[in-house]
């Protein structure tokens, strides 16, 4: 059985990324490439790269003492070996205008307000340089966009995931930008999201605290951390943060006649705003989200019988609160769940023994 490869040590700055990961039984003879491409961010042709420009050091255990091998494009990994990767510092390309329609809720000298449609990337990342949020953004306002983000992110304050729909808010300037950055480092951003969750929830409500951070055996993953192991990766370690969600059951659908499944709509209110939370914490309740197929929410019979009503994980930020820039005054929006989610609930609706 193959060994899950554990991450020794992880070191964050401004200027280096470096991680290194023991290689444990069952990935002797793995292809370096093929090796960090499961265990990391990487792509196969992105890990020979970096291989070749020597930013992967490759470690075999002997006699106690770790030696260092040469590592190539062809390499294979032998026993009792551990391998570091040095991440190059991101390089910066600016986004450029796109006439993509938005969906503007609001509009103000300070803000925008937008309704996110699934499928769309919030800003340029590998693999997204077109298409995305920004660079719409960037046709619609020009230059009146705050820079805090960078070349690639100006303007947003905050992302929500490229498969989830709904509100989120845009910064015109640097003062809005700050001002609702503190907002959301306090928690005083109130945010609510509508889900569909695998399997019947049986508490009417509850409150998920658990820490999340990067899943040390898959680094393109989240995960859950035990309560009191907050950390903010400063000491070689990977980040830990603090992270709280709050749910009610909206309603229930047993489609056990049919599909042999349940399925759960519920209202999330994030407490505070991690990477994937509310997809991360409804998980590890054991309730992954309807389409999610990142931790565990996809490939139900339902979804294979009606795949043209899910795509992703089936999650919508349906209210967005604040206290404006400018004004000082708190400023609440809403939008309705999109039509392929209306869709899905009623389908779950009209199929369900009980509802």
């Given at each position: 059985?193959?060994?899950?490869?554990?991450?020794?040590?992880?070191?964050?700055?401004?200027?280096?990324?470096?991680?290194?990961?023991?290689?444990?039984?069952?990935?002797?003879?793995?292809?370096?490439?093929?090796?960090?491409?499961?265990?990391?961010?990487?792509?196969r042709?992105?890990?020979?790269?970096?291989?070749?420009?020597?930013?992967?050091?490759l470690?075999?255990?002997?006699?106690?003492v770790?030696?260092?091998?040469?590592?190539?494009?062809?390499?294979?990994?032998?026993?009792?070996?551990?391998?570091?990767?040095?991440?190059?510092?991101?390089?910066?390309?600016?986004?450029?205008?796109?006439?993509?329609?938005?969906?503007?809720?609001?509009?103000?000298?300070?803000?925008?307000?937008i309704?996110?449609?699934?499928?769309?990337?919030?800003?340029p990342?590998?693999?997204?340089?077109?298409?995305?949020?920004?660079?719409?953004?960037?046709?619609?306002?020009?230059?009146?966009?705050?820079?805090?983000?960078?070349?690639?992110?100006?303007?947003?304050?905050?992302?929500?995931?490229?498969?989830?729909?709904?509100?989120?808010?845009?910064a015109?300037?640097?003062?809005?930008?700050?001002?609702?950055?503190?907002?959301l480092?306090?928690h005083t951003?109130?945010?609510?999201?509508?889900?569909?969750?695998?399997?019947?929830?049986?508490?009417?409500?509850?409150?998920?605290?658990l820490?999340?951070?990067?899943?040390?055996?898959?680094?393109?993953?989240?995960?859950?951390?035990?309560?009191?192991?907050?950390?903010?990766?400063?000491?070689?370690?990977?980040?830990?943060?603090?992270?709280?969600?709050?749910?009610?059951?909206?309603?229930?659908?047993?489609?056990?006649?049919?599909?042999?499944?349940?399925?759960?709509?519920?209202?999330?209110?994030?407490?505070?705003?991690?990477?994937?939370?509310?997809?991360?914490?409804?998980?590890?309740?054991?309730?992954?989200l309807?389409?999610?197929?990142?931790?565990?929410?996809?490939?139900?019979?339902?979804?294979?019988?009606?795949?043209?009503?899910?795509?992703?994980?089936?999650?919508?930020?349906?209210?967005?609160?604040?206290?404006?820039?400018?004004?000082?005054?708190e400023?609440?929006?809403?939008?309705?769940?999109?039509?392929?989610?209306?869709?899905?609930?009623?389908?779950?609706?009209?199929?369900?023994?009980?509802?």
């Open positions: 059985m193959m060994n899950e490869p554990e991450l020794m040590s992880e070191t964050l700055d401004e200027e280096v990324r470096r991680e290194t990961y023991e290689v444990l039984a069952g990935w002797e003879g793995t292809r370096l490439d093929k090796f960090l491409s499961e265990v990391t961010e990487l792509t042709s992105a890990a020979v790269r970096l291989t070749e420009e020597g930013a992967v050091f470690e075999v255990l002997q006699g106690g770790w030696k260092p091998l040469s590592a190539g494009k062809n390499t294979k990994l032998p026993k009792n070996c551990r391998v570091t990767v040095t991440y190059p510092e991101p390089e910066d390309s600016e986004a450029l205008p796109e006439n993509i329609p938005l969906d503007i809720i609001y509009e103000d000298e300070d803000v925008l307000v309704n996110k449609p699934a499928g769309m990337v919030v800003h990342a590998p693999g997204n340089y077109t298409g995305t949020l920004v660079n719409a953004l960037l046709h619609h306002c020009g230059d009146s966009l705050s820079g805090v983000g960078g070349v690639r992110r100006p303007g947003i304050v905050h992302r929500i995931d490229k498969d989830t729909s709904g509100l989120l808010v845009v015109k300037h640097d003062a809005a930008h700050n001002i609702l950055s503190a907002q480092k306090t951003v109130s945010r609510v999201y509508y889900a569909i969750c695998l399997g019947n929830i049986k508490e009417d409500c509850g409150t998920v605290d820490p999340i951070g990067r899943n040390p055996n898959d680094r393109k993953k989240m995960a859950v951390f035990p309560k009191g192991s907050v950390s903010e990766g400063k000491t070689g370690t990977a980040a830990i943060r603090e992270a709280v969600t709050h749910y009610t059951v909206l309603k229930r659908f047993s489609v056990g006649h049919k599909w042999g499944q349940s399925f759960t709509l519920v209202k999330c209110e994030l407490e505070t705003g991690r990477t994937h939370q509310i997809r991360v914490h409804m998980a590890a309740q054991g309730h992954p309807l389409g999610d197929s990142v931790y565990g929410g996809d490939s139900t019979r339902f979804e294979k019988y009606h795949p043209t009503l899910i795509h992703g994980q089936c999650l919508h930020a349906g209210e967005l609160k604040f206290i404006h820039p400018r004004t000082g005054r400023v609440q929006f809403t939008c309705p769940l999109p039509s392929d989610f209306e869709a899905l609930v009623a389908v779950l609706g009209k199929e369900a023994d009980y509802a």
